[in-house]
T-cell receptor
């Protein structure tokens, strides 16, 4: 199992550009999450999904969009990039609540995407 | 307002000693609490989970305590090694939503 994979690892955007951060998991997890982490700060939840076709906003959703068309993939879209979106982005997944899976929410994280908006 | 507090100052200890990290919270009623390790440039890795009705959980050199009266969890690493140097994050989940909230983390530096 590759676990949670993210692409790209690094990206520099100009203000106003758009991009999609890719996230894929091969553990058949139902829950998937997108976080951002700024220096010295904890993880802030951007969006999450409880299964294919279902997404919901987290703490800091403004400026982002997501979709969940399959169990495996959970891309994060940035429209009109702004310097405030400079951060490290982590995707995570969890098998919480699945039959035979964990009753609790241990999360598996990807390696992160370091994004700079200039 | 809800708040999770982890010491923002790095914890420096000597190899072989026990490291103790603290996670305090206010205005939460967590059903369980998790601890993660994060190395520079990498994503967090799950270490331990403790439920509200458990006082203590152990895994090899790691021990977690959970005091819902004090609203505090302590994370201990015994016989610490330089390889234990990392940032440790606590995360609280009030149960049912599977949407935990993370603290900022505490950096641990173990000196040889």
């Amino acid at each position: 199992n590759a676990g949670v994979t993210q692409t790209p690892k690094f990206r520099i955007l100009k203000i106003g550009q758009s991009m999609t951060l890719q996230c894929t998991q091969d553990m058949n997890h139902n829950y998937m999450y997108w976080y951002r982490q700024d220096p010295g700060m904890g993880l802030k939840l951007i969006y999450y999904s409880v299964g294919a076709g279902i997404t919901d906003k987290g703490e800091v959703p403004n400026g982002y969009n997501v979709s969940r068309s399959t169990t495996e993939d959970f891309p994060l879209r940035l429209e009109l990039a702004a310097p405030s979106q400079t951060s490290v982005y982590f995707c995570a997944s969890s098998g919480a609540g699945l039959a035979g899976g964990s009753s609790y929410n241990e999360q598996f994280f990807g390696p992160g995407t370091r994004l700079t908006v200039l | 307002s809800q708040k999770i507090e982890q010491n923002s100052e790095a914890l420096n200890i000597q190899e072989g000693k026990t490291a103790t990290l603290t996670c305090n919270y206010t205005n939460y009623s967590p059903a369980y609490l998790q601890w993660y390790r994060q190395d520079p440039g990498r994503g967090p890795v799950f270490l331990l989970l403790i439920r509200e009705n458990e006082k203590e959980k152990r895994k090899e050199r790691l021990k977690v305590t959970f005091d819902t009266t004090l609203k505090q969890s302590l994370f201990h690493i015994t016989a610490s090694q330089p390889a234990d140097s990392a940032t440790y994050l606590c995360a609280l989940d009030e149960g049912g939503s599977y949407i935990p909230t993370f603290g900022r983390g505490t950096s641990l530096i173990v000196h040889p």
